[in-house]
């Protein structure tokens, strides 16, 4: 299998979305900007959708904040016709954007006020990774209707399995429309108006359990949220429809260590699964060196020559930090190794670690560089 041509995939007008994914802290907001902005200077009407909360993508491309709308990013090199936006997630507001959307007037301000929802929007677990879907969608339809752009990037959340994000919509979808949010609506409705006294002993259960103003708020959101539910299962299936479709990339990020390698490996095999297509992975900082040749153990006999002689300290120090890095350029390059024989079929592109993080245009065009070396 050869290696994986990032030029060639954000150069073909039939990539529409491209999805980085994988584990927290290997770098995917920074491959997804550099893309991003890679893909803007070689023409491309490009939008990239963050969700990290280190707001590290903001300070790379020079805007001093992002938020739920995009922004035009200033300095890219518009010479071949292309432009690049960016925005981050607000995982609440898009919430709330969905209830206003699809709820009546006066239903979307009860739901809105509801304390329960205000929890749900803000902090359940999975909220953040369906709003980044239900995000995708309405970019896509933007992006259908206006032509604003021809190219969607999206930086999945950090969430603790990169799983996450395709699980998400699922998850909230069946919370949502789940059997005890459907029995608290039992009393005042449907054949359970039969079963009244058995409803109301497990009512007052959940009254002791959770507290009567709890199970009112949660009761009160459910009243108001009903007519909704189906539509968040719909639009989660057309989403997952999406990312299904011949126009969808995923780049499956990693580093060379073994928990983001076995991420990498379950998230491919997960994909492999859902139908969903998989450009490559990403295989990220990778440590190198100037001096192969020269070996850890070549390099730590040395430093322990000189210092049994007590001459060049100086000397000694810089072999051991050599040794140590050559001991981290093998173990890196073992996992990869490692890695590659058990995905063959897997296009993998290395991009070798960086002295100093990325913080501005220029270093995610080196990360750009690097990439599609």
Request: aromatic residues 4%; proline residues 4%.
């Given at each position: 299998m050869t290696g994986l041509d ?7 007008p039939?990539?529409?979305i ?5 584990a927290g802290?290997?770098g995917?907001?920074?491959?997804a900007?550099?893309?991003g902005l890679r893909?803007a200077e ?8 963050t969700?990290d909360?280190a707001?590290?993508l ?6 001093t904040e992002l938020?739920n709308t ?6 890219v ?8 936006d960016a925005m981050?997630?607000?995982?609440k507001r898009t919430?709330?954007d969905v ?6 007037p006066e ?9 329960f929802?205000?929890a749900l929007?803000?902090?359940f677990?999975?909220?953040q990774?369906?709003?980044?879907m239900?995000?995708?969608g309405q970019?896509?339809?933007?992006a259908?209707q ?12 950090p969430?603790?399995s ?7 919509p699922?998850?909230l979808a069946s919370?949502?429309e789940?059997?005890?949010l459907?029995l608290?609506l ?8 039969l079963?009244?006294?058995g409803?109301?002993m497990?009512?007052?259960v959940?009254?002791?359990?959770l507290?009567?103003?709890?199970l ?5 959101f ?7 539910f ?6 989660a ?6 990312l299904?479709?011949?126009h969808?990339a995923?780049l499956v990020?990693?580093a060379?260590?073994?928990?983001a390698?076995?991420?990498?490996s379950?998230f491919a095999?997960?994909l492999?699964?859902e ?6 992975v990403?295989?990220?900082r990778?440590?190198n060196t100037?001096?192969p ?7 730590l006999?040395a430093?322990e020559?000189?210092?049994?002689a007590?001459?060049s300290p100086l000397?000694?120090a ?6 140590d ?12 190794e490692r890695f ?5 079929a897997?296009?993998?592109v290395?991009?070798?670690a ?16 690097l990439?599609?070396?």
């Amino acid at each position: 299998m050869t290696g994986l041509d990032l030029d060639a995939l954000i150069d073909d007008p039939g990539t529409r979305i491209v999805i980085t994914c994988g584990a927290g802290g290997v770098g995917k907001t920074t491959t997804a900007a550099a893309l991003g902005l890679r893909a803007a200077e070689r023409g491309r009407k490009v939008v990239v959708l963050t969700i990290d909360p280190a707001r590290r993508l903001a300070q790379s491309l020079g805007l001093t904040e992002l938020d739920n709308t995009p922004r035009a990013v200033a300095d890219v090199n518009a010479a071949n016709g292309g432009r690049l936006d960016a925005m981050m997630l607000d995982m609440k507001r898009t919430f709330d954007d969905v209830v206003l959307q699809h709820a009546t007037p006066e239903k979307a301000e009860q739901i809105l006020a509801n304390p329960f929802y205000q929890a749900l929007s803000s902090s359940f677990a999975g909220t953040q990774e369906y709003m980044a879907m239900e995000k995708l969608g309405q970019l896509h339809k933007q992006a259908e209707q206006t032509g604003d752009w021809d190219l969607i990037i999206v930086d999945t959340p950090p969430s603790r399995s990169a799983l996450d994000f395709l699980d998400a919509p699922e998850r909230l979808a069946s919370l949502l429309e789940g059997r005890f949010l459907r029995l608290l609506l039992a009393p005042a409705r449907g054949p359970f108006k039969l079963m009244s006294a058995g409803v109301n002993m497990a009512m007052s259960v959940l009254n002791k359990v959770l507290g009567a103003q709890v199970l009112t708020d949660v009761q009160t959101f459910v009243a108001a949220f009903d007519t909704l539910f189906g539509g968040f299962r719909q639009r989660a299936e057309q989403t997952v429809a999406l990312l299904r479709e011949p126009h969808t990339a995923f780049l499956v990020v990693a580093a060379p260590q073994n928990d983001a390698l076995r991420e990498a490996s379950y998230f491919a095999e997960r994909l492999r699964a859902e139908g969903m297509p998989l450009a490559g992975v990403v295989l990220n900082r990778v440590t190198n060196t100037q001096a192969p040749e020269l070996s850890a153990e070549r390099s730590l006999a040395a430093a322990e020559k000189l210092e049994e002689a007590d001459k060049s300290p100086l000397t000694a120090a810089v072999l051991r930090l050599h040794a140590d890095k050559m001991q981290q350029v093998v173990g890196d390059h073992k996992r990869a190794e490692r890695f590659r024989r058990g995905h063959r079929a897997i296009r993998i592109v290395e991009v070798p670690a960086l002295a100093d993080d990325v913080h501005d245009l220029t270093g995610l065009r080196e990360i750009g560089d690097l990439l599609t070396a």
